[in-house]
């Protein structure tokens, strides 16, 4: 197939997950021409396998990763403002015993010792009053209610959980909706000028002179197309450390560390909307999490990964150390069969030597390659500090490229964001009262993935029917439409999976049928163009 060749641009960010597409967008915002490329779907890898939380890290606290929580926790409410209708405040209940010892093999006389991350056990009950005071007060909490403690005798927080835990801290995080954010920032990048390119994977990178010869492979019909930029960002995650070998093939000290983190779901496990943050014997942590209505997630573990190409998914062995981990707090033993549902994505972190997976810094680490075409190689980061690190990146490339300004992403809202943090009930009870043949539910799952852009999705419909096809769990043609033209969307999987969780409710026939409706509409649209 011909090669096809492309206009110069400022910026080429390889990958679509997070880190990339929050560039992009900040990129674009301060005036540079940028061009992402994706091999696959938006955020088809570890930005939509996240455990779905902005939150500060309370546990980073006993490693001294004061700087990244203090970040994080300022973060938190400048994306609730910027997406509430894909984030909301959640309370997190930490349960507590006078059974709960801390066991360690480091001398207990040394103080410092006890925030040491080969400590053993779970934390005793005054570092975890430290730990929560510094979550309170290091990240200038405005929204987000503070620290409180919780009688579980006599409250509903206590009732899913065994009759030992009598005591437990509340505290404050968000919930996100980790793929919704990546298109998000991906739309608005375009919306500002960029070019999305999708199933797009990059052969190779090479310097040509001051600018990258970059040739990429449409990953459906194989054509080719040489791109040119003056700048070559890496975000490719799990891929970095591929990206730097085999296709800018350069020499770099830097490296990644993979690791997996799985979750399962299973049913729902209690009524009220609160979170559990649950402590194990071992040192490591997990979430218990309301969950799309009719579900909890329980996650995550921390394991190596070997291989970027090896398709992460949570083991038998990772499923049960869930399964057994809850256990030890819930009243209802889960098993196996409780099961309806695990993934599992791969975290890029850094490689800083760490001794485990589990202490490995989630922090995030930039690179620039100035030997020629200036390279920019992304390492490490985590959901909730993607928008200080696009901003961190934009510092080191307008040392190589002319910007049209500074910092602007803060307290700008996402599509659909545009409305206050406490409006999404009001936003639900408009759109329900301007379209009355919506269920309750199906609109408030509406509001939850558009906010204000829900009444476009919905169009002029004065009836379900006006919707199109019903591809059932409140799926309708017109949403899907939306999809495909505003969002990137190609195949069922990256409706159910990725635009919503509507694969939680489908059939694999339900499903299948979406697909290849998808499928049919697109040769209809390429034949008409």
Known sequence: MAERNSETVDLFVIGGGINGCGIARDAAGRGLSVMLAEMNDL?????????????????????????????????????????????????????????????????????????????????????????????????????????????????????????????????????????????????????????????????????????????????????????????LVNAGGPWVGDIIQTKVRINSREGVRLVRGSHIVTRKLYDHDKCYFFQGTDGRIIFSIPYEGEFTLIGTTDKEHADPEQKPECTPEERDYLLNFANQYFRQQLTAEDVVWTYSGVRPLYD??????????????????????????????????????????????????????????????????????????????????????????????????????????????????????????????SEVVWLMDREYARSAQDVVWRRNKLGLRLTEGQIAVLDDWMAERRRNVAAAE
């Not at 996240?50 to 938190?76: D, M, N």
């Not at 990546?182 to 052969?203: F, P, Q, S, Y």
């Not at 990178?205 to 459906?220: H, K, L, M, P, Q």
């Not at 200080?388 to 990146?393: D, Q």
């Open 352 to 477: 800083d030597g760490a001794s485990s997976a589990t202490a490995a810094t989630r922090d995030y680490t930039l690179k620039v390659d100035a030997q020629g075409a200036p390279l920019l190689n992304i390492f490490g980061g985590k959901i909730t500090t993607y928008r200080r690190l696009a901003e961190s990146a934009l510092e080191k490339i307008a040392e190589h490229l002319p910007v049209s300004k500074g910092a602007w992403t803060a307290g700008v809202p996402l599509p659909g964001g545009d409305f206050p943090v406490d409006g999404f009930d009001a936003l639900v009870a408009g759109v329900a009262r301007d379209f009355p043949f919506l269920e309750a539910a199906h609109a408030r799952r509406l509001v939850r993935a558009y906010g204000m852009e829900a009444r476009n999705v919905l169009g002029s419909a004065a009836a379900f029917a006006d919707l199109g096809r019903d591809f059932g769990a409140t799926l309708t043609e």
């Open 43 to 231: 955020a088809s890898a570890t930005s939509s396998s996240s455990t779905k939380l902005f939150h500060g890290g309370l546990r980073y606290l006993e490693y001294f990763e004061f700087r990244l929580v203090r970040e994080a926790l300022i973060e938190r409410e400048t994306l609730l403002r910027a997406m509430p209708h894909i984030s909301w405040p959640m309370r997190f209940v930490l349960p507590y015993h006078r059974d709960m010892r801390f066991e360690s093999n480091t001398p207990t006389s040394n103080l410092l010792s006890l925030f040491m991350p080969w400590m053993k056990g779970r934390r005793p009950a005054w570092l975890i009053r430290l730990g929560l005071f510094m979550y309170d007060h290091l990240g200038g909490r405005k929204i987000l209610p503070g620290t409180s403690s919780v009688d579980l005798k006599e409250s509903p927080e206590g009732a899913p959980l065994q009759d030992r835990f009598e005591k437990a801290y509340e505290y404050s995080d968000c919930w996100v909706e980790d793929s919704r954010l990546v298109v998000l920032n991906a739309r608005d990048a375009e919306a500002r000028g960029a070019t999305i390119l999708t199933r797009t994977k990059v052969m190779s990178a090479a310097r040509e002179g001051a600018v990258w010869r970059i040739e990429t492979e449409d990953t459906e019909t194989g054509a080719t197309t040489v791109h040119h930029a003056r700048m």
